[in-house]
């Protein structure tokens, strides 16, 4: 039997109660069924007893056994007409019990066809009757409307079923698509704190190298190296705190770097004392914020990269035309890392940031150059 949990106002009565269609036509049988077996006593018919008890035990069946309780109400009328008493209470309980076989699905015209067969036969045999009378006609096609109400009370049901899966599928794919991008943003969030901190300690590892260097030769400005790196050290845990709240209340906004503030980094990795080559092109207009936000933290990771792995001079072209960033950045590699070969996280976490604005990420190395190549659509994915 068919539950509906969708909204009441969308679904008709008797579509949203289908038990309770059920019960009460079974009850009004069964009603039917004790006002005959009165009638029959009173009028002295005892006789009609036999076609009402027929029909009570279609009553009984018809809900775990349809096709057995249809049999036995279709044939309590035309006992009773047998036996010589009045098929009408019969016939009465026979509809009814036809109409929930029909709800219970069984086919509409087989089911009220016999029981309108023998609805009708009875109706002769009472009435000693023609072929065409009235009467008898009648009683069949009340038997065939009953079994049709019926299937047309379940096929809305069925109706209404479906469109209550569909909207339940709906809502579990709107609840998918948004535990998804909750799933991506703190990813990106966490991309974002790794490129962050990976920037600051190489900053806080050059401040700090620096000032190791000048101890012996100069104590100021080993001193200043080191008030730098403490600077760096409180923006890190700074940035990591505003990360964390945004974790903690999706409310908040994370901070978001962009195409524009990649000159500003590159300053900071020369304040830093990496030797950085730059060209950087003005940010193209209608710029997609995934696709600026992906080309800064490529731009990141690769001079963080070129500073840990790297050796001498970086040189970095960050181009805009033709509907796309090329970003390029050359650096020579230090001779361990010749020795090591290229790999790491770094790399996998900037062709994870170029693939979500629907760019891509090319590397060439040797054991001299390491080249890095990103192509990332000035549209972004979305727009592609």
Do not use: C
């Not at 009465?92 to 036809?98: E, R």
């Not at 209404?160 to 948004?178: G, K, T």
């Not at 799933?183 to 300690?201: F, K, M, V």
């Not at 190296?225 to 600077?231: H, T």
């Amino acid at each position: 039997m068919l539950e509906f949990q969708t909204p009441h106002s969308r679904v008709p009565t008797l579509v949203r109660h289908p038990r309770l269609v059920e019960t009460a036509t079974l009850a009004v049988a069964l009603v039917s069924a004790a006002v005959g077996v009165i009638n029959y006593l009173v009028v002295g018919a005892p006789a009609g007893l036999a076609g009402i008890g027929l029909g009570t035990a279609g009553v009984a069946l018809v809900r775990r056994w349809p096709w057995p309780g249809v049999a036995l109400a279709g044939l309590a009328p035309l006992a009773g007409a047998l036996l010589g008493a009045d098929p009408l209470v019969p016939w009465s309980i026979a509809v009814f019990v036809v109409l929930v076989a029909a709800l219970r699905g069984l086919p509409a015209l087989p089911a009220g066809g016999a029981v309108g067969v023998a609805a009708y036969l009875s109706v002769i045999t009472a009435d000693r009757a023609a072929w065409l009378y009235p009467l008898a006609v009648l009683s069949l096609a009340v038997a065939v409307a009953f079994a049709a109400i019926g299937a047309s009370l379940r096929s809305t049901q069925q109706y209404w079923a479906e469109v209550q899966a569909r909207a339940d599928d709906a809502l579990a794919v709107r609840e998918a698509e948004v535990e998804r991008k909750v799933a991506e943003e703190r990813l990106r969030i966490a991309h974002d704190l790794h490129d962050t901190l990976g920037h600051e300690i190489a900053l806080i590892s050059m401040s700090v190298g620096a000032a190791e260097a000048r101890l012996d030769t100069d104590l100021d400005a080993a001193r200043a190296d080191l008030v730098q790196a403490g600077e760096r050290v409180q923006k890190a845990l700074a940035e990591t705190q505003r990360t964390l709240t945004v974790l903690r209340d999706p409310s908040e906004s994370a901070p978001a770097a962009g195409y524009a503030q990649i000159g500003r980094l590159v300053g900071e990795f020369r304040e830093s004392g990496l030797e950085v080559a730059a060209s950087i092109a003005a940010e193209p207009g209608r710029l997609d914020p995934e696709a600026g936000a992906a080309a800064y933290r490529i731009v990141q990771e690769a001079l963080v990269n070129a500073r840990k792995h790297g050796a001498g001079i970086v040189r970095l072209q960050v181009a805009a035309d033709r509907g796309s960033i090329r970003i390029e950045a050359v650096n020579r590699r230090a001779a361990a890392e010749a020795v090591a070969g290229a790999g790491g996280y770094g790399l996998i976490g900037m062709r994870e940031r170029a693939a979500s604005a629907g760019g891509r990420i090319d590397v060439d190395s040797d054991d001299v150059l390491f080249v890095l190549r990103a192509t990332l659509p000035v549209a972004g994915r979305a727009n592609r």
